[in-house]
């Protein structure tokens, strides 16, 4: 089953913005953390920011200032509004979630994973 589903990808020109959209499917992993990991082409998969359940909000540096991740409880969607784009910040964005108690951007903690969303930053 898919607990996770991204929108929002696409390709911009450098400073250029995006959003990205998750939806999740199952309450009890929308209750724990929730973050976005990006993939380039060759490269391991990097945290890019988390948000727990108790309202902490965590983000690697390059992208402070220029990335935003946020909820909307209500819709069950996690969102990451990217401003400021780049060409080294294109790469293939997961959404995900882990049930373990802590909320760091580290890939092997998370549990849960949706399918991806590419973004694309060219002239």
């Known amino acids: 089953q898919v607990d996770l589903v991204e929108s929002g990808g696409g390709s911009v020109q450098p400073g250029g913005s995006l959003r990205l959209s998750c939806i999740s499917y199952?309450?009890?992993?929308?209750?724990?953390?929730m973050g976005w990991f990006r993939q380039a082409p060759g490269k391991g998969r990097e945290g890019v920011a988390s948000?727990?359940?108790?309202?902490?909000?965590d983000y690697i540096d390059d992208v402070k200032g220029r990335f935003t991740i946020s909820r909307d409880n209500a819709k069950n969607t996690l969102y990451l509004q990217m401003n400021s784009l780049k060409p080294e910040d294109k790469a293939m964005y997961y959404c995900?979630?882990?049930?373990?108690?802590?909320?760091?951007?580290?890939?092997?903690?998370?549990?849960?994973w949706g399918q991806g969303a590419q973004v694309t930053v060219s002239s």
């Open positions: 995900a979630a882990t049930l373990a108690r802590g909320c760091r951007l580290r890939a092997d903690e998370y549990n849960y």
């Open positions: 199952a309450p009890p992993i929308w209750s724990n953390c």
């Open positions: 948000a727990k359940r108790d309202g902490k909000i």
